[in-house]
């Protein structure tokens, strides 16, 4: 079943580069109108002024920060002062911070949940009981590829992301009946500027997917109605060797050296 054909107006976070921004040009060229949040207004602005002209879409602007207490409150009630129904939430925006628990500020971790915690649970409570009164659309979770084990010095990021993991696949079984569809992306290392605030591989991004890859193959994964959808296949073997196979303990000690190795 083709769920996107029921897709009139998406939402998508952190769309001012990298995978929000693959999804929003994607999506346009689609025919989707679009609302497009991240904190870098002036960037959206660009990106929504070329979008609406080249494919003759609306496209609003919202400038949020998604770390803030507030702000999922504040983006539904400016959809609602505009009118728009959202049919399809990406819930993409997030960041990771390497390093020691220990030793990484407290604040820029509790930000870390907050973002991608917190405020992708209540977007996605506020929109979602709409989308099951009409009855289409859904919503795309954006977790990772570290959502399938626990990840030493990226510790909290990993649990943020295994929270985003099991969330979106409880809610797919919640609204299964209800012609919605929720599904996590678990991308691996994909080429964007979220290493560059995790501090982590900034070198190596040439070998990385690329986030038109990753957007591609979550939306083939979200008209198929899959609970997650995993970009490459090496990043899906990964995903099961390390959540089915491995014994906890060697996968511990393999991911604590690799990370431990890049700080």
Wanted: glycine share 10%; net charge positive.
């Amino acid at each position: 079943m083709d769920v996107l054909a029921g897709v009139e107006t998406a939402l998508i976070t952190g769309a001012s580069g990298g995978i929000g921004e693959a999804f929003a040009r994607r999506l346009a060229a689609l025919g989707k109108n679009l609302v497009l949040v991240a904190r870098s207004k002036d960037r959206l602005e660009a990106l929504a002024g070329e979008l609406a002209a080249q494919h003759g879409l609306q496209v609003h602007v919202i400038g949020a920060d998604l770390a803030r207490p507030d702000a999922a409150a504040s983006v539904f009630a400016e959809t609602e002062r505009l009118g728009l129904a959202i049919d399809l939430l990406v819930n993409n925006a997030g960041f990771g911070k390497a390093g020691d628990f220990a030793e990484l500020p407290l604040d820029a971790q509790a930000d870390m949940l907050q973002l991608n915690v917190n405020t992708l649970m209540e977007l996605t409570r506020l929109y979602l009981p709409a989308m099951r009164g009409r009855r289409r659309g859904g919503v795309i979770n954006v977790a990772s590829n570290a959502a399938f084990q626990p990840v030493p010095y990226m510790a909290v990021y990993g649990a943020s992301k295994a929270f985003v993991l099991s969330f979106s696949a409880a809610l797919s079984e919640e609204v299964r009946h209800d012609g919605v569809t929720v599904m996590a992306l678990c991308p691996g290392a994909t080429a964007t500027s979220f290493w560059k605030v995790a501090g982590l591989w900034e070198g190596s991004q040439g070998a990385m997917d690329t986030p038109e890859k990753v957007v591609a193959v979550a939306l083939r994964g979200f008209d198929q109605r899959k609970l997650w959808a995993i970009p490459g296949v090496r990043y899906r073997l990964a995903a099961f060797l390390s959540s089915r196979l491995a014994p906890r303990r060697p996968t511990l000690w393999i991911t604590g050296w690799v990370f431990r190795r890049q700080r």
